[in-house]
Every structure is written in structure tokens, then in C-alpha cells.
């Protein structure tokens, strides 16, 4: 009985199988299709197949989402037929009929490879998957542990530090370099501060509390959806503008959702730029009190 790697394991011995013992047959059993626990339905496998239809069995493939490969010289639709009537009542309400499919690798080879290929793709598939979502379980982690290294008097003091300042301070999270140049000769008048991933930019933000931030929605570390709560958490009042080369509907109305000001696409133009500069609240104050002076 094999678990371990069982979809690689299934497709590398069958075509071996199917090369040298054509005759042989292989019975799949989509166990998958049905709401019954493993724990449940290997025993009772197990023990059927240990008993009358021992002869009938040469290897056991347990493959990932409860589908079993059983392959055999001399399993027959008839000896099938006796199998499930067998094994059926014991996992009754369950039917199995439609559940089973015999097939004979010298004649049906093509198509078993294609459903042994399909559920491997499907399996790396799922591995790809949880390693995303292992990933950014530990982005959230990290990004958290970040926040936790912020003096706390940084944070506190952030509103009071960005009206304090006379000069206006704007901030670009970006991390594709063709965009940071562009970025930088549109704004070469102003204090302008550029940081590539999310860490980051929770960090320099708290250490320069801007006046404005243009935060990307795509990079490498953390979403910039998730860069935007965590800066909300720290300074409610920020200004915040989300650019994306990414302008659908769907991200601006999460951006808009979750407290940005606007969206900006790429590529940037100095117009589109300046004008949510002009917008926000604390440089409007900023050259106010410029014009007082």
C-alpha cells in the first residue's frame, strides 16, 4: 500500500506495467466523489481486499483527496461487480457503482495516463497553493513583528511631528525601478522618499509621518491592500493614494474601501501626481501658512 507520493508513484508504474504486462488491469475508485471520512472507508477496504479478493491485488495507491489505484492480473467487470457488492453495504448509505472504473492498460493506457496526469497536476496545484498561503501567514507575521519594533514615541508623536514641519514630505512606495525614476523627475521639487516593499514602508513612513504617500498595490512582500490597514492602524489620518498598473474595478474599490484618498495607474504622469498632491490636507495647510508668513 502506497501513500507517500502515491500520484507519481501510480503514473511511473502503470507505464511500466503497461510496457511489459499489457494484460494487466488497474481499478480506480473515486472516493473523492463521496463525504466519507478515510478512517472510515480504508479499513473496510482493507479488509475486503485482504480476504476474498486477495489474489486479485499486486499494489495499492492511496493518492491525495481519497482516490485509490488498485492494481491486479486478474480483476474482471465480473469479480468488480462481487468487489463493490462486497464493500458497498459496509459503507452504506454510500453507492459505489458509478464510483469505479476497471481498466486494461494495454488498451486503455492513453486514458489512464491522462486521469494519473490530471490528479498530479491537481496535487501541485494544491501544494503551490499552501505554500501561498503559508506565505502570507508568515508576511502577516513578519509584517506585525515589524510594527513591534516601532518606538511607540514614534508613533504617538507622528501627527504632531508632520504639522510641526514646514516643509512638505511625500512618499513613494514602489518597488519597479523604471516608475521610481519616473516618480522622481515628476516630483524632484518637492522632499521626496522611496521605499520598494511593505516593511519597508511602514518603517520610513513612521520615521517621516509625509504629508502623502503613493503606495503601489503590488509588491514583493506584502499586498499593498494590507499596507494600507496596518498604516490606518498606526495614523488614521493619513493620506493615502494607491497606484497600480492593475487599474480594475476591483482594486479601486478595495483601495477606496479600506480609506485611500485615490488611484493612480501606470504608467505615472506629473499631472495625475500633483494633483492629489494639491489635494491633501496637510500640504494645503503647509502652503497656507507659507503664504502667512
Not at 473496510?44 to 479478493?53: A, C, E, M, N, S
Not at 525601478?177 to 511602514?202: C, E, H, R
Not at 520610513?204 to 494600507?228: C, M, Q
Not at 497600480?244 to 488611484?263: I, P, R, T, Y
Request: aromatic residues 8%.
Amino acid at each position: 500500500m502506497i501513500e507517500h507520493n502515491a500520484e507519481k508513484r501510480v503514473i511511473q508504474d502503470l507505464k511500466e506495467l503497461a510496457d511489459i504486462s499489457p494484460g494487466h488491469r488497474c481499478l480506480y475508485l473515486r472516493f473523492s466523489q463521496t463525504n466519507l471520512d478515510k478512517n472510515i472507508w480504508l479499513p473496510v477496504l482493507t479488509q475486503i481486499l485482504k480476504g476474498r479478493f486477495f489474489e486479485e491485488v499486486a499494489q495499492i495507491y492511496i493518492c491525495h483527496g481519497n482516490d485509490v489505484f488498485i492494481t491486479g492480473r486478474s480483476w474482471t467487470n465480473k469479480r468488480l461487480a462481487e468487489f463493490l457488492a462486497h464493500l458497498s453495504p459496509q459503507l452504506s448509505p454510500v453507492p459505489l457503482q458509478g464510483l469505479a472504473s476497471l481498466f486494461e492498460l494495454g488498451v486503455h493506457w492513453p486514458s489512464l495516463r491522462t486521469l494519473c496526469l490530471k490528479k498530479l497536476e491537481n496535487l501541485e496545484i494544491l501544494k503551490m497553493k499552501l505554500s501561498q498561503k503559508k506565505k502570507v501567514e508568515l508576511d502577516l507575521v513578519s509584517t506585525q513583528e515589524t510594527i513591534d519594533t516601532i518606538s511607540k514615541d514614534l508613533i504617538h508623536t507622528l501627527s504632531a511631528r508632520r504639522g510641526l514641519r514646514k516643509e512638505i514630505e511625500i512618499m513613494v512606495v514602489e518597488d519597479d525601478s523604471f516608475s521610481q525614476k519616473l516618480v522622481a523627475s515628476a516630483l524632484k521639487s518637492y522632499n521626496l522618499t522611496m521605499t520598494g516593499d511593505g516593511k519597508g514602508a511602514i518603517m520610513t513612513y513612521v520615521h517621516k509621518a509625509p504629508d502623502i504617500l503613493f503606495l503601489d498595490i503590488g509588491l514583493p512582500d506584502i499586498d499593498g491592500h494590507e499596507v494600507l490597514e496596518k498604516l490606518f492602524k498606526i495614523d488614521p489620518k493619513a493620506y493615502v493614494v494607491m497606484c497600480s498598473g492593475n487599474g480594475d474595478k476591483e482594486n479601486v474599490m478595495k483601495a477606496v474601501q479600506l480609506g485611500a484618498k485615490g488611484f493612480v495607474g501606470k504608467p505615472f504622469t506629473k499631472e495625475k501626481l500633483h494633483q492629489y498632491i494639491q489635494k491633501s490636507p496637510f500640504i494645503h495647510a503647509k502652503q497656507k501658512n507659507k503664504e502667512l508668513v
